[in-house]
């Protein structure tokens, strides 16, 4: 996720916008910026670096420039989203005359719409960003004689979409404005400095003066003061903010671990990961996408590959995809792939799901796809990552940064994506009808909602997984949609809690292992109100019979279910194609509380990598 800082009124503006942007740098980022008003020069003087892993440091370095004379700075950490990580994509940006710099955090959803007017009226882009139209959005408005507070509301009026933005004026330099709209920014304040930033975690080695923005309201920031205004451009009391964390648990968000801060950041992934993928009458956009409609009605079977978590997220697609688009579709373990000779050719499309784009495993699998002439998308949450790179089309999860070890946001937003895509696919084979499609899209975009709903229950599942902290044994069942379901159930609690977990397709217990169950046994099963509900009920039969305590994931207020197990996680019903997204959150948080209870470390799993770049 992006980082923004911001400061007025000190004599070390550079260090401690760097020191400020070091303290995000845990957030995960590709590039960086800082931008200053030369005041001797009059000019506003801008560096940026893209060089992975060190591009903070770099600013610090000799071959970067910068003036004596600073009043006021604006700099950015960006984790790319729209456009790859290079040094011109990377914030801050200016207009045209170079008068005004911004940073952003957030999508702006028009800003297509918005690009398009501003250089039909002769404004120059020199990046692939959402976020450089404000700069021009604001110089426009300015040279229609507003004052700098009206221009940046005026330039706000016209965004859609999510946003936290600081704006620096090379001929007011000593004033920072900025503005937020849902995504997250704070003002801070010293005797004689006034500083922004989009993460508590950067002001507070600095100050605990601090406040609270709310949306569409403006602040100035002038050294040692401010002023907010709210939408309506009246003055208001700034609001202060009590803070009690220290720097490590604000980093966190004040959870106790990155892996529960991004349990409960998977409403907002899911949204920002669905933003933009349907018009406004519910049809599929895939603009994005480099390979064009027709070429994907011609396709005549789809291979999902992917490692892990990806690979249970390719599963459900798998079944999505002959379900809409009524196409031969697959999901396969990537490592396994590789080497089994398979049969490919033009008409084949290959999907590669990786969260990070880097898991060698996914990529030979994707090279072996190329090497067949299968038309090959990677589908990832980092922008212009190997994978990326070597797809002949990229799709984006826009989930953050994920830091925890075992995924959690990215795996959701992976369903949801690769949901809506066999949605599209439908759409462009014509075998999905515009009703059908409507009910899907609506109950897609619906998700976001239901996880957050089901993230209410948080304390429940987690009590439920404390009940169970001893178990040795446990089995997760599903059927059809509820398999991967299972599937990614098991691989928490194995890698999480280091506890024996097995995944089966619920209807497979009775060829085999169903002699292992006997009193003490856990069983998981999914039991949401699927078409294969009665099938599954039948299997959990089986299992209580011969004496396995049976935890069930259900649809709220279920009681006829309920009264048929031991203990039960309730979420929100859905689509059946949905479900995934939904009926995977109880059982995350259920590996989390077993996995706490055992004293292990959730964001840090024994013998486990976050990213996987050995065979
Ligand atoms: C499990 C987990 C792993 C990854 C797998 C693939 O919680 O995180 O199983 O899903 O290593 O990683 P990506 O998606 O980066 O290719």
């Not at 011109?88 to 398009?116: F, K, Q, W």
């Not at 920072?176 to 922004?196: D, F, N, Q």
């Not at 398999?483 to 009775?510: D, H, S």
Request: glycine share 6%.
């Amino acid at each position: 996720m992006c980082g923004i800082v911001g400061l007025t009124g000190s004599n070390d503006t550079l260090n401690q916008l760097r020191t400020a942007l070091a303290a995000l740098e845990y957030r995960g980022y590709d590039s960086a910026g800082i931008a200053v008003v030369d005041r001797a020069k009059g000019r506003i003087i801008r560096h940026r670096s893209a060089l992975r892993g060190a591009a903070i440091a770099d600013l610090g370095s000799e071959r970067m420039i910068w003036p004596g004379d600073v009043s006021a700075g604006i700099a950015h950490t960006r984790w790319a989203t729209h456009g790859a990580p290079t040094h011109d994509n990377a914030h801050p940006h200016v207009d045209c005359r170079r008068e005004v710099a911004i940073v952003h955090n957030g999508i702006i959803e028009n800003h297509r719409e918005l690009s398009t007017r501003l250089v039909a009226a002769g404004h120059v882009m020199s990046s692939e960003t959402d976020s450089e139209v404000i700069a021009h959005l604001i110089e426009e408005a300015l040279a229609s004689g507003l004052s700098t507070r009206h221009s940046v509301r005026a330039a706000i009026a016209q965004l859609r979409g999510d946003f936290a933005l600081s704006v620096l004026f090379l001929h007011d330099p000593e004033l920072l404005i900025a503005a937020r709209r849902t995504s997250p920014l704070i003002v801070g304040l010293t005797e004689h400095t006034a500083y922004l930033a989009s993460d508590i975690a950067a002001l507070l080695p600095i100050t605990r003066e601090l406040y609270a923005l709310e949306d569409d309201e403006i602040v100035e920031l002038r050294p040692g003061t401010i002023l907010i205004t709210d939408a309506g451009d009246q003055v208001i009391t700034p609001r202060p903010l009590e803070v009690t964390w220290d720097v490590t648990a604000a980093q966190k968000d004040g959870y106790a671990d990155f892996m529960s801060k991004e349990i409960f950041e998977q409403p907002r992934a899911l949204r920002e990961t669905l933003l933009g993928r349907f018009d406004g009458s519910l049809r599929p956009d895939f603009e994005e996408l480099s390979i064009d409609a027709t070429a994907l009605a011609l396709v005549n079977r789809v291979i999902y590959l992917a490692c892990g978590s990806s690979y249970h997220a390719a599963l459900s697609a798998a079944l999505a995809t002959e379900q809409f688009a009524r196409i031969p579709a697959s999901a396969e373990v990537a490592s396994e792939f590789r080497y089994r000779e398979a049969v490919l050719d033009q008409l084949t499309l290959v999907v590669v799901v990786s969260q990070s784009g880097e898991t060698v495993d996914t990529l030979h699998a994707l090279r072996e796809a190329k090497r067949h002439g299968a038309r090959v998308i990677a589908l990832t949450n980092v922008v212009d990552s190997v994978m990326t790179r070597e797809a002949d089309g990229a799709l984006y999860t826009h989930a953050g940064p994920e830091i925890g070890v075992a995924s959690t946001k990215c795996h959701l937003a992976q369903i949801a994506l690769l949901e809506a895509f066999a949605l599209h696919l439908g759409w462009v084979r014509g075998e999905v009808e515009e009703e059908l499609l409507r009910e899907g899209a609506i109950h897609l975009l619906a998700t976001p909602d239901l996880v957050e709903r089901a993230l209410g229950s948080a304390e429940r599942f987690l009590d439920v997984g404390r009940r169970f902290h001893e178990v040795d044994d446990v089995y997760f069942l599903g059927r059809r949609v509820g398999y991967p379901i299972a599937l990614e159930g098991a691989l928490k609690l194995k890698e999480l809690a280091y506890v024996r977990a097995e995944a089966y397709p619920a209807g497979e217990m009775k060829h085999g292992p169903i002699s292992l169950i006997e009193p003490g046994v856990v069983v998981v099963v999914v039991a949401t109100r699927t078409s294969l509900w009665e099938k599954v009920m039948a299997n959990v039969e089986e299992m209580r019979a011969r004496g396995a305590t049976v935890v069930a994931v259900i649809e709220e207020g279920d009681h006829e279910t309920a009264a048929l197990v031991d203990a039960t996680l309730e979420v929100p019903g859905t689509m059946e194609f949905c479900s995934p997204i939904v009926d995977v959150v109880p059982l995350q948080l259920f590996a989390y509380a077993v996995a706490s209870a055992r004293g292990n470390d959730v964001d840090r799993p024994r013998n486990l990598a976050k990213v996987v770049t050995v065979e």
